[in-house]
Nanobody, 115 residues
Framework: QVQVVESGGGSVQPGGSLRLSCVVS????????WPWYRQAPGMQRELVAS???????YYADSVKGRFTISRDNAKNMVFLQMDSLKPEDTAVYYC?????????RGRGTQVTVSS
């Protein structure tokens, strides 16, 4: 089993920054990728960014240039640095660990961008 726990959400004004953290524990050997998804009220869950075990990164067009995903292998942690936040970034953000085709998800952390 793989356990995933997110933290770092909160409320911020437009233009502000937040850093989300994700701790992965348990049977972590062989994890292939760590994607971050988000889901806004009434909207479908969307892929925001991901990083593979090789360090390859992906960003959705809507966050490219503003969000940065990174990984600390020694601490089994993944980070999502979010800068220049916009109201449309408001959502619950979920960290996942992908292993052998299975996705393990945390409970999510709320991000609210509002003036």
């Amino acid at each position: 089993q793989v356990q995933v726990v997110e933290s770092g959400g909160g409320s911020v004004q437009p233009g502000g920054s937040l850093r989300l953290s994700c701790v992965v524990s348990g049977d972590i050997f062989g994890i292939d990728a760590w994607p971050w998804y988000r889901q806004a009220p009434g909207m479908q869950r969307e892929l925001v960014a991901s990083i593979t075990s090789y360090g390859t990164t992906y960003y959705a067009d809507s966050v490219k240039g503003r969000f940065t995903i990174s990984r600390d292998n020694a601490k089994n942690m993944v980070f999502l640095q979010m800068d220049s936040l916009k109201p449309e970034d408001t959502a619950v953000y979920y960290c996942y660990a992908e292993k052998s085709g299975l996705l393990y998800r945390g409970r999510g952390t709320q991000v609210t961008v509002s003036s």
